[in-house]
């Protein structure tokens, strides 16, 4: 027989579960969910729906470095092209400064010299006017996508910049245009002496006899025609030096014309990663992109050239730790000199590891260098390689990608063949807990390691969270999907609760705090770079979100109840528009789902639907009548309103009674 009504109330908290069974979900973790998407487990109770992103930059990231074009004086349909690190393809569309029109390349239209970084393409229409020497060009049509991107902040100098590598070239921003980064700096080079004609040319005034010009860099002289490139690496001596270049000099230059390099060639690089260091007062940062030598640079002025040995030629990871630069290519642990970037000399103090397999990752942990490789975990300790220490942390839980070491709170999260684990340190001196941090979604975790080839990861700093991000090539953005976790107890895995993120399709990212702000930035396959946690759209799409409660069985699952009402407890931070569905008994075939009761709902906006009771900040009460009777309720919630700000989703309070016995 029915009694009186009675209370269950559900408070919010545990994220994301799907190890359980869906009876010991809703008796044991009625708060959790079964579906989260795009909310995340708050620091401060329920679930809140996640910021969105919008552009960092309203200009994409240029492609193909820097091209103009070679020569003035060109008409028709044949353009030559200079500065160029690769190949255009047939379709490719393009304009050039000071010449009306786009223009399209016909079909087999490019003859390309990756040695002379040189083009001469045929156009499907005639050039409206004849363009300038080193008019600049720039295509319009070009997907490549960005191998690189850091956000480099300066403490000393309270300046930042983004850094973003793409097409063999470095580019900077502050959130305005991107300028090309990419020059090497040897000084204020100058030709030394007139008359010099043909393809070698006469030069002074490079800073170092040891750090020369490399082969591949571009430079302009003043006053003479044309883009040259370098082919071969000079002896220099005092500074002098005679350079091998294509092509020949256009005109004889003037003596102590003004050399300008443009790029360095840095083509060829699959992922670049980028570590920050201070030897000298100057903090700069420096990257690795698996195929080139590092490069380093600073806020201002080009690059340099970390040629110093070839044993770090093609080095893939690469951090700071105790005043050296530490470089993994394969299985070798390379790193300098102290405070000597470019010093690589055992006698000053260089020197190698060799690691069991292929490294994957290098990180500071406190006083140590943890260094992961594909299959083990090892910890250097030491200030120089007097008194350098390589010991084992782990031999059998490596980890398998890369750019998903980061640190939480902390601690180190990482993604191993198992799952996602997190490396802390214990109460006990030189111990570490390894513990598995993806417990609760496991299957998930999973099945998302085989669907994606392409994996990043980035830390939202401000709300301990930790987000893991997959990337498929010519994939929709709401295809693309990812989890976040949020710690809640510091130095245990067990302390995170995950939530699903779908519609951020991100293959490089980057966050960094300042001192006053926090920059998370990711780019996808369209050429532009995006400012995480900002907005409330994804660059002008709707945040799609769903909370779905598990099955609860409201203290009983035997027992048949009536269910009345379900008041939801919000703290919106806007407007919030949704619909509330109920599902009773785990949706079987044979179970009749309520006809009536939910729907949707609005919150501080100008319609509202149904039963809606609100009141103002910080809680806003949703009263949603119900019928029907179940033995195990579910709450789905649904939000798609277009624009809508970030809320938390914090309590909910069910309004039922009990009838018989099952």
Same mark, same amino acid.
């Given at each position: ?35 989260? =998407? ?81 083009? +001469?393409?045929? @156009? ?45 070239? #470095? ?25 010099? $004609? ?7 005034? #490079? ?28 002896? =220099? ?11 020949? @000099? ?35 940062? =420096? ?35 105790? &005043? ?8 070798? @642990? ?61 031999? &059998? ?57 392409? #994996? ?9 969270? %930790? ?33 699903? +993120? ?51 069985? !409201? ?20 407007? =919030? ?6 599902? %009773? ?5 044979? !179970? ?56 938390? !989703?914090? $309590? ?11």
């Amino acid at each position: 027989m029915a009694t009186g009504w009675e209370a269950f109330p559900l408070e919010l908290k545990g994220g994301l579960v799907s190890n359980m069974s869906r009876l010991q979900q809703g008796l044991k973790a009625p708060g959790s969910a079964r579906v989260l =998407v795009n909310f995340e487990p708050s620091v401060k109770g329920g679930y809140r729906r996640i910021n969105g992103f919008s552009k960092y930059s309203s200009s994409i990231v240029p492609v193909f470095g820097e091209p103009m074009v070679q020569a003035s004086g060109q008409t028709g349909t044949t353009l030559v092209l200079s500065n160029l690190f690769t190949t255009p393809v047939d379709a490719d569309t393009f304009t050039i400064d000071g010449v009306a029109g786009t223009y399209t390349i016909a079909t087999s239209g490019v003859s390309y010299s990756a040695t002379n970084k040189e083009a +001469t393409l045929t @156009l499907t229409t005639s050039l409206a006017t004849s363009p300038a020497d080193k008019a600049v060009i720039t295509f319009t049509n070009k997907t490549s996508n960005i191998e690189g991107l850091h956000h480099f902040y300066d403490s000393t100098s309270s300046s930042g910049i983004t850094l973003a590598y793409r097409d063999g070239s #470095i580019w900077s921003s502050t959130g305005s245009a991107w300028t090309n980064k990419s020059a090497p700096d040897y000084g204020s080079v100058l030709v030394a002496g007139g008359s010099q $004609t043909g393809a070698t040319l006469d030069v002074d005034a #490079i800073t170092s006899d040891t750090y020369v010009p490399h082969v591949g860099d571009t430079f302009s002289i003043a006053g003479v025609e044309k883009v040259y490139t370098v082919l071969a690496a000079p002896t =220099v001596t005092s500074g002098a030096a005679t350079v091998s270049i294509y092509p020949s @000099l256009a005109t004889s230059p003037a003596n102590n014309a003004i050399i300008t390099f443009l790029s360095a060639d840095l083509t060829g690089g699959t992922r670049g990663r980028f570590a920050n260091f201070n030897f000298s007062g100057t903090e700069r940062v =420096v990257m690795v992109d698996g195929t080139n030598y590092p490069i380093v640079s600073g806020i201002t002025g080009g690059v340099s050239i970390l040629d110093g040995t070839t044993d770090i030629l093609a080095a893939s990871v690469v951090t700071e730790f105790s &005043d050296h630069l530490f470089f993994g290519k394969g299985s070798n @642990l390379v790193f300098n000199s102290p405070f000597s970037e470019n010093d690589f000399s055992v006698a000053n103090g260089g020197g190698t590891f060799r690691l069991p397999a292929g490294i994957t990752g290098l990180i500071n942990f406190r006083d140590k260098l943890i260094i992961f490789t594909t299959r083990s975990i090892h910890q250097l300790t030491g200030t120089s390689v007097a008194d350098f220490s390589l010991s084992e942390i782990s031999t &059998d839980l490596g980890c398998s990608e890369p750019d998903t070491i980061q640190e939480v709170g902390g601690d180190i999260m990482y993604l191993g063949v198992d799952g996602l684990r997190f490396l802390g340190a214990t109460a006990r001196i030189g111990d570490f807990n390894l513990s598995l941090a993806s417990r609760t979604i496991q299957d998930e975790v999973n099945t998302f390691r085989t669907t994606y080839t392409n #994996i990043s990861t980035v830390v939202v700093r401000g709300k301990s969270q %930790y987000r893991i991000l997959g990337f498929t090539e010519g994939a929709t953005e709401a295809s693309s999907t990812g989890y976040l976790g949020t710690q809640f107890t510091d130095q245990e895995a067990s302390g995170f609760n995950w939530g699903k +993120t779908t519609g951020i399709k991100a293959y490089r990212t980057t966050s960094v705090y300042t001192g006053t702000e926090e920059v998370i930035l990711f780019s996808g396959e369209t050429g532009y770079v995006y400012k995480m946690e900002d907005g409330n759209t994804f660059d002008g799409t709707t945040i799609e979100a769903s909370f779905h409660t598990p099955f609860m069985a !409201v203290n009983d699952p035997r027992l048949r109840k009536t269910l009345y009402k379900a008041t939801t407890y919000y703290d919106p931070e806007g407007d =919030v528009s949704g619909s509330l569905t109920f599902k %009773y008994d785990f949706q079987r075939p044979d !179970v009749i789902q309520p006809i009536s009761g939910g729907g949707t709902f609005s919150v501080f906006g100008a319609d509202i639907y149904n039963t809606v009771a609100y009141g103002g900040k910080p809680e806003t009460v949703i009263e949603t009548n119900a019928t029907g009777s179940f033995f195990t309720v579910s709450l789905q919630y649904e939000f798609t309103e277009a624009g809508d700000p970030p809320f938390v !989703v914090d $309590t909910v309070l069910l309004e039922y009674s009990n009838n018989d016995r099952k």
